[in-house]
Structure formats: structure tokens, C-alpha cells
């Protein structure tokens, strides 16, 4: 009996398997709810600054992500992957990025979020085959959807102040909104100084979308997944630095509206809009972005081209969503195109 016992014991730590041989205690779980945990500052800040409206469709957005995940999921003979934490961080996700509006300026269109979920969840995940085989970003493809879907209703912003004393029908444009359609001389005029615009850029007090008008907020939460080394500079940086350079020599106009190279304000445009929170948050998913460092780096830098063409030039003020969403068509071949090769190996001839 105890040699038979031996004999299993054995058997049971002499596993053979394909290299790497990897041991880590890092889980796909551990890393969800670590990235979930690192958006809290940047989700009360919004709650703070959009009242309890942002926590009704931020709230809307989790609970129906994970209910899709368990009935169609089930439905469609998937694994249970509720308590991953990945269903509860893409409708988080997914949340942060909406207007607090949804549930106060159009109080019949809270279906949008859940309809935002469905797509997200069913759509883009589970129909790809789900966790880690999907294309594209779940909660970018989900607002991207409710975007064309509700145009007007995706880019009605509130006031932070209104939310904060109950004015809900007051709204406002976002700074980006503003600087795209009047220039930087009404910024001016509403914030005073560029000091206080980067203030209130910094701490969250301007309109925008839930969970993206907090720059410190986020860049708290980016520094921490960068220490617990969940995620790599590589992407986040070149993808905020491209943008910075790019805004800096071609975002700038003179008196007459003309382009006047080096004369952009590249702290603005890193402060406004979704950029933060797309480049540490969403840019880095492990299912949807390459993962070699180099193809990283690259992948960075075209989000970053993208995003300042899209501001400068295109018909939104708004450019972070687009960039991920087609950058992610060509993370494969990015990995494709950098992957080193094996020591000694030649192609074959003709």
C-alpha cells in the first residue's frame, strides 16, 4: 500500500508539458479584480462629481454585463467565468465610459446601458468564442454600439456642478468639445487661466464621460497595475507621448485659424477626453492588444497616431475609442511582424 501510495505521488509531480514552464500564482481572477480595484478612485471621483445618476448606470452597466455572462453563457454551453471578475470589469468599464445623462437628462433611455452590456458580453465576447478569444475590446465595442445607435443621447454631457446640487437638466460641452468647435479662447474664457483648465482637468470638475474626467484619479490607478506589473509601460506611455508630441506640433492655430506648427497645448490633450483612462485601462487588455514588448510599443504609437488624427481632423473631438477599437484588428500581426527568430533557423529556398 505505501509503495503504491509512493508510486502516486509520483506520478502526480513528474507532469510533462510544452515549454514555458511557467510558475506563478498570478490568476486571470487575481488580475481582474486587481484592475477592478484600481478604477475605484477614478469611479468616485465620477460618483462625486455626476451624484448618484453615475452610480445608477454605472451600476446598470455591471449588473446586466453579468447577468448576459450567466444565462447566455450557460445557453451557449460556456464555462462559468462570473467569478473572474472579467464580466463585472467590462461593464465596469463600459459604465465609466457613458454619460451620467443616461439616467437624468433622458430617464427613458436607461435601456441603453443594458443594451450596451448585450452587446458587449453577447456580441463581442461569447459569440468570439469568450474570455481570450474575442477581437476587439468588450466595452469599447459596447459603446461604440450605442454611440451610432444614440448619438444624441451618447454626447449630452451634464455639468459636474449641476449633478452635485440636483440641476440635472443642465448641460455643458466637455473641454475637448469646446477647444474642437470654438477654439481655445472660449476655454479661456470659461476657465480663467491655463492653471485652472489643468486643475480642473487633474481633478475631475468638468463634463465628460463617468469614469474619465479625473486624470490624478486614473493616473493613481495606472501607477498601481504598473507596480503590481499587471501591465508594462510600453503601450500606455507611447500611447500618451504620441499624442503629446503630435497635439504639441500640429494642435496649435493663429489668429487667423490657420495651422501654426509647435504651438499646440499637449498637456490638454493628454488631460482631456478618454486618454488616460484608453491608454492604462483599456489599451493594455491582454486578449485584445499584442504581447511582445516591441509590437506593444508600435501598437502604443498608432493608438496615438490615430487618436490626434481624429481630434485634429476628423468629425469627432473625441478619438481614444476608434484608435483601440482598429488598432486591435492588427495586434496579431504586430506580434507577427516583431516575433524574434529561433536560433538557427533559415528559410526555406524555392
Known amino acids: 500500500?505505501?509503495?503504491?501510495?509512493?508510486?502516486?505521488?509520483?506520478?502526480?509531480?513528474?507532469?510533462?508539458?510544452?515549454?514555458?514552464?511557467?510558475?506563478?500564482?498570478?490568476?486571470?481572477?487575481?488580475?481582474?479584480?486587481?484592475?477592478?480595484?484600481?478604477?475605484?478612485?477614478?469611479?468616485?471621483?465620477?460618483?462625486?462629481?455626476?451624484?448618484?445618476?453615475?452610480?445608477?448606470?454605472?451600476?446598470?452597466?455591471?449588473?446586466?454585463?453579468?447577468?448576459?455572462?450567466?444565462?447566455?453563457?450557460?445557453?451557449?454551453?460556456?464555462?462559468?467565468?462570473?467569478?473572474?471578475?472579467?464580466?463585472?470589469?467590462?461593464?465596469?468599464?463600459?459604465?465609466?465610459?457613458?454619460?451620467?445623462?443616461?439616467?437624468?437628462?433622458?430617464?427613458?433611455?436607461?435601456?441603453?446601458?443594458?443594451?450596451?452590456?448585450?452587446?458587449?458580453?453577447?456580441?463581442?465576447?461569447?459569440?468570439?468564442?469568450?474570455?481570450?478569444?474575442?477581437?476587439?475590446?468588450?466595452?469599447?465595442?459596447?459603446?461604440?454600439?450605442?454611440?451610432?445607435?444614440?448619438?444624441?443621447?451618447?454626447?449630452?454631457?451634464?455639468?459636474?456642478?449641476?449633478?452635485?446640487?440636483?440641476?440635472?437638466?443642465?448641460?455643458?460641452?466637455?473641454?475637448?468639445?469646446v477647444l474642437k468647435e470654438e477654439g481655445m479662447g472660449k476655454l479661456m474664457e470659461v476657465f480663467g487661466t491655463k492653471g485652472s483648465l489643468y486643475m480642473h482637468l487633474l481633478i475631475g470638475e468638468r463634463a465628460g464621460s463617468i469614469g474619465e474626467v479625473s486624470a490624478l484619479a486614473l493616473l493613481i490607478g495606472g501607477l498601481y497595475l504598473l507596480y503590481k506589473k499587471y501591465i508594462t509601460w510600453h503601450v500606455p506611455i507611447t500611447f500618451l507621448a504620441t499624442v503629446g508630441i503630435l497635439t504639441w506640433i500640429f494642435g496649435g492655430k493663429n489668429a487667423a485659424g490657420q495651422l501654426a506648427l509647435f504651438a499646440g497645448d499637449p498637456v490638454l490633450h493628454i488631460l482631456s477626453g478618454g486618454l488616460i483612462l484608453g491608454a492604462f485601462f483599456m489599451a493594455t487588455d491582454y486578449v485584445t492588444g499584442p504581447q511582445i514588448r516591441a509590437a506593444q510599443v508600435l501598437f502604443g504609437i498608432g493608438c496615438g497616431l490615430l487618436t490626434t488624427i481624429i481630434r485634429l481632423i476628423g468629425g469627432f473631438p473625441e478619438g481614444v475609442m476608434f484608435s483601440i477599437l482598429l488598432m486591435n484588428c492588427f495586434a496579431p500581426l504586430m506580434d507577427r511582424m516583431v516575433k524574434s527568430k529561433p536560433f538557427g533557423f533559415k528559410e526555406a529556398r524555392a
Do not use: Q
Not at 478604477?39 to 471621483?45: G, K, Q
Not at 469568450?130 to 454611440?147: D, K, S
Open 1 to 177: 500500500m505505501a509503495a503504491a501510495t509512493d508510486k502516486g505521488s509520483r506520478e502526480r509531480l513528474l507532469v510533462v508539458s510544452v515549454s514555458p514552464h511557467i510558475r506563478s500564482d498570478v490568476s486571470v481572477a487575481k488580475i481582474m479584480w486587481t484592475v477592478n480595484i484600481s478604477l475605484l478612485p477614478a469611479l468616485v471621483m465620477g460618483f462625486y462629481f455626476f451624484g448618484p445618476k453615475a452610480i445608477g448606470v454605472v451600476a446598470l452597466c455591471i449588473v446586466s454585463s453579468v447577468f448576459f455572462e450567466k444565462i447566455v453563457g450557460k445557453a451557449m454551453g460556456k464555462p462559468g467565468t462570473i467569478a473572474d471578475g472579467s464580466a463585472f470589469l467590462t461593464g465596469l468599464l463600459l459604465g465609466m465610459n457613458l454619460p451620467a445623462s443616461l439616467w437624468s437628462v433622458h430617464p427613458f433611455l436607461l435601456h441603453v446601458p443594458i443594451l450596451g452590456s448585450l452587446f458587449a458580453i453577447v456580441i463581442t465576447k461569447l459569440l468570439f468564442g469568450g474570455l481570450g478569444y474575442n477581437i476587439f475590446n468588450p466595452a469599447l465595442m459596447g459603446r461604440a454600439f450605442l454611440l451610432v445607435s444614440w448619438p444624441r443621447a451618447m454626447t449630452t454631457w451634464l455639468a459636474p456642478t449641476a449633478a452635485l446640487v440636483g440641476l440635472d437638466a443642465k448641460t455643458t460641452a466637455t473641454p475637448l468639445g
